[in-house]
């Protein structure tokens, strides 16, 4: 495809490609924003150390509208995860910038096609480029980001709390409680550090908050299989609804095995970037629900396609985030919004509502108990609060 640049298409297709481009909609230019927000507490998974906040890039598309697009990803760097703020803005800045810039919001799928072509399975930073052009899509016809999606399909989506791993059971259970107070009735419970604890947690929850909660337990790929087997042995009188990515990502055999021995469903996570892990997943029979998280799979439309091909396989939704900043939450509610299938109660609200200490929106995201309300402004209908940007702003090592 040498003729291919800036997305025009080969004059033999005797397309004049340029007939439908929007002047308005041309991105202009591309502005990155490192920043770290802290998290409200210790927060702990199963690998690496407690840390205190999480790396997320913010970036904005201007537009010769003078409209800005906004996007978000997070340097997560655990399992499925390997970029860096300052990789993902090299990224963008050094292999993006060049097939983005001159081009119109509304040629995202040719501009994602390109960036798939430029550096290979770079979702992490393809995220915030596609939801920023689903934003600005939105903002330039003046529609909501969900009627880009598909229309609103339900009024308002509800979502799940995730509990990190805390060595006070009581605490642990107190947090949940007050979180099934509030409204929530859906949570996983991380676990895979110390596999007879992690039972405690799991059953002390199910026994803390009875069967008006769903309960799951996320592994965080923390287990072999042999400590998963140990750790399924200990919680499969209980009634939870999916055990999450208990094995690394690239042990679809493992948890096919755990699948096909216990009654409680596995759920796939780090091991679902792409389209074809997650036929893999369905292939091998390794999960029969999956969470998708909008920076992990390269933003909102992507995760419909994953989605699209997921329920077709019969497997049930887990719409979810890295904790990170509300752009990413509102990204995966318009999605949601728009989904008109049944869709699990997940974590896709992980940063604010639960995990982080600070937001960079000038209003919050409206949510009345576990429901949270995409609004009706334009695209994903948020606005970043600039001082907040600012004072949380990070250099790039
Ligand atoms: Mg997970």
Same mark, same amino acid.
């Given at each position: 495809m040498s003729d291919k640049k800036h997305g025009s298409l080969p004059a033999a297709d005797g397309v004049r490609r340029a007939s439908h481009h929007r002047i308005d909609a041309e991105i202009s230019r591309i502005e990155t924003i490192p920043i770290r927000l802290p998290f409200k507490g210790d927060f702990k998974i199963?690998?690496?150390g407690v840390r205190l906040g999480i790396d997320i890039l913010i970036v904005r598309l201007h537009s010769r509208s003078g409209l800005v697009g906004i996007?978000?990803?997070?340097?997560?760097?655990?399992?499925?995860?390997?970029e860096t703020l300052a990789s993902l803005n090299s990224i963008i800045h050094g292999h993006f910038a060049a097939r983005v810039i001159g081009r119109s919001a509304f040629d995202a799928a040719a501009i994602l096609s390109d960036l798939e072509e430029a550096v290979w399975h770079s979702n992490y930073a393809i995220a915030p480029i596609a939801d920023a052009m689903l934003d600005l899509q939105g903002k330039i016809l003046g529609v909501p980001a969900y009627e880009l999606l598909g229309g609103r399909a339900r009024e308002s989506v509800a979502v799940g709390i995730t509990l990190g791993i805390k060595k006070d059971l009581g605490a642990l259970v107190a947090e949940a409680r007050s979180r099934f107070e509030e409204g929530f009735t859906s949570f996983t419970?991380?676990?895979g550090e110390?596999?007879?604890r992690?039972?405690?947690?799991?059953?002390?929850?199910?026994?803390?908050? %009875?069967?008006?909660?769903?309960i799951r337990a996320d592994g965080n790929s923390g287990m072999d299989l042999a400590a998963a087997m140990k750790f399924?042995?200990?919680?499969?009188?209980?009634?939870?609804?999916?055990?999450?990515?208990?094995?690394?990502?690239?042990?679809?055999?493992?948890?096919?095995?755990?699948?096909?021995?216990?009654?409680?469903?596995?759920?796939?996570d780090e091991c679902v970037s792409a389209p074809e892990d997650l036929l893999a997943v369905i292939r091998k029979r390794?999960?029969?629900?999956?969470?998708?998280?909008?920076?992990?799979? %390269?933003?909102?439309?992507?995760?419909?396609?994953?989605?699209?091909?997921?329920?077709?396989?019969g497997l049930r939704i887990f719409p979810g985030n890295h904790p990170g900043a509300s752009v990413v939450t509102a990204a995966a509610l318009h999605l949601a919004t728009a989904w008109p299938g049944p869709l699990l109660e997940?974590?896709?609200?992980?940063?604010?509502?639960?995990?982080?200490?600070e937001d960079v929106l000038t209003e919050p995201i409206r949510r009345v108990g576990k429901h949270m309300h995409a609004g009706d402004g334009p695209g994903l209908g948020i606005e970043l609060d600039e001082e907040k940007l600012q004072r949380f702003r990070v250099d790039l090592v």
């Amino acid at each position: 495809m040498s003729d291919k640049k800036h997305g025009s298409l080969p004059a033999a297709d005797g397309v004049r490609r340029a007939s439908h481009h929007r002047i308005d909609a041309e991105i202009s230019r591309i502005e990155t924003i490192p920043i770290r927000l802290p998290f409200k507490g210790d927060f702990k998974i199963a690998s690496g150390g407690v840390r205190l906040g999480i790396d997320i890039l913010i970036v904005r598309l201007h537009s010769r509208s003078g409209l800005v697009g906004i996007g978000e990803t997070q340097a997560w760097l655990r399992q499925g995860s390997r970029e860096t703020l300052a990789s993902l803005n090299s990224i963008i800045h050094g292999h993006f910038a060049a097939r983005v810039i001159g081009r119109s919001a509304f040629d995202a799928a040719a501009i994602l096609s390109d960036l798939e072509e430029a550096v290979w399975h770079s979702n992490y930073a393809i995220a915030p480029i596609a939801d920023a052009m689903l934003d600005l899509q939105g903002k330039i016809l003046g529609v909501p980001a969900y009627e880009l999606l598909g229309g609103r399909a339900r009024e308002s989506v509800a979502v799940g709390i995730t509990l990190g791993i805390k060595k006070d059971l009581g605490a642990l259970v107190a947090e949940a409680r007050s979180r099934f107070e509030e409204g929530f009735t859906s949570f996983t419970v991380k676990v895979g550090e110390d596999l007879v604890r992690d039972a405690e947690a799991v059953r002390a929850l199910c026994e803390g908050l %009875g069967e008006a909660a769903t309960i799951r337990a996320d592994g965080n790929s923390g287990m072999d299989l042999a400590a998963a087997m140990k750790f399924m042995n200990r919680v499969k009188d209980l009634p939870l609804d999916a055990i999450e990515q208990p094995l690394p990502p690239w042990d679809l055999d493992g948890m096919a095995e755990l699948a096909l021995r216990y009654d409680i469903p596995m759920m796939a996570d780090e091991c679902v970037s792409a389209p074809e892990d997650l036929l893999a997943v369905i292939r091998k029979r390794a999960a029969s629900v999956f969470q998708t998280k909008i920076a992990k799979n %390269g933003g909102a439309w992507r995760c419909k396609a994953l989605w699209e091909i997921g329920s077709a396989a019969g497997l049930r939704i887990f719409p979810g985030n890295h904790p990170g900043a509300s752009v990413v939450t509102a990204a995966a509610l318009h999605l949601a919004t728009a989904w008109p299938g049944p869709l699990l109660e997940g974590p896709m609200a992980v940063g604010v509502n639960e995990i982080l200490a600070e937001d960079v929106l000038t209003e919050p995201i409206r949510r009345v108990g576990k429901h949270m309300h995409a609004g009706d402004g334009p695209g994903l209908g948020i606005e970043l609060d600039e001082e907040k940007l600012q004072r949380f702003r990070v250099d790039l090592v």
